[in-house]
């Protein structure tokens, strides 16, 4: 079992580009979320998915977009980078509500 | 969702217990209380969590009041490992919406030699 996998581990974008944030997990986990920390401040809720083909909006969804096309797979994408969205982020993937398997995170930083 | 609120950091010597305190006192009776840490740089790791009863695992043991206002996270035989911010969270489990933790900013705990 890999658990949460999330790739890149690093990026480094310039302002306006847009990429994608891949997340998998292989314990077929109905639930997926993705989150951003920022320095001094908690975990931020992105956008999470409750199903294959349902997600819904967190905390802070203003520049990313997701879906859910298998159960395994939950992307976030950046649609046109700003340096607001330096961050590191994490996906996790729960199947209750407390329990919730993190991946490593992505770090990423906006030029 | 109720607010938590912990201290901003603790220091604790190795082979001691770590009681890390939370304050929920806006907790609703369906609430339930969760731990997780984060260990520098990598994503957080659920730890325990309880609704009325003490609860305990392998990794831990979480204390509740009777009040349930507040509760005490304990790691019996805290090692240079443990060091790490540890979370807590007060969370409902309904369906929908309910399915998000909200997060602050946590204790950051030094487990010394």
């Known amino acids: 079992n890999a658990g949460v996998t999330q790739t890149p581990k690093f990026q480094v974008l310039k302002t306006g580009q847009s990429m994608t944030l891949q997340c998998a997990q292989d314990m077929n986990h109905e639930y997926m979320s993705w989150y951003r920390q920022d320095p001094g401040m908690g975990l931020r809720l992105i956008h999470y998915?409750?199903?294959?083909?349902?997600?819904d909006q967190g905390e802070v969804p203003n520049g990313y977009n997701v879906s859910r096309s298998t159960t395994e797979d939950f992307p976030l994408r950046l649609l046109s980078a700003a340096p607001s969205q330096t961050s590191v982020y994490f996906c996790?993937?729960?199947?209750?509500?407390?329990?919730?398997?993190f991946g490593p995170g992505t770090r990423l930083t906006v030029t | 969702d109720a607010k938590t609120t912990q201290p901003t950091s603790m220091d604790c010597a190795e082979g001691r217990a770590a009681n890390l305190p939370c304050n929920h006192s806006?907790?609703?009776?369906?609430?339930?209380v969760y731990w997780y840490r984060q260990i520098h740089s990598q994503g957080p790791q659920y730890i325990i969590h309880?609704?009325?009863?003490?609860e305990t695992n392998e990794m831990a043991s979480l204390i509740i009041t009777e009040d349930r206002k507040s509760s005490t996270l304990i790691l019996p035989h805290a090692t240079l490992r443990d060091t790490a911010v540890y979370y807590c969270?007060?969370?409902?489990?309904?369906?929908?919406?309910?399915?998000?933790?909200?997060w602050g900013l946590g204790t950051s705990l030094a487990v010394n030699p």
């Open positions: 996790a993937s729960y199947s209750s509500l407390y329990e919730q398997y």
């Open positions: 806006t907790i609703s009776g369906n609430e339930y």
């Open positions: 998915s409750v199903g294959a083909g349902i997600t």
């Open positions: 969270i007060v969370r409902g489990l309904g369906a929908g919406n309910n399915r998000k933790l909200i």
């Open positions: 309880g609704l009325k009863n003490n």
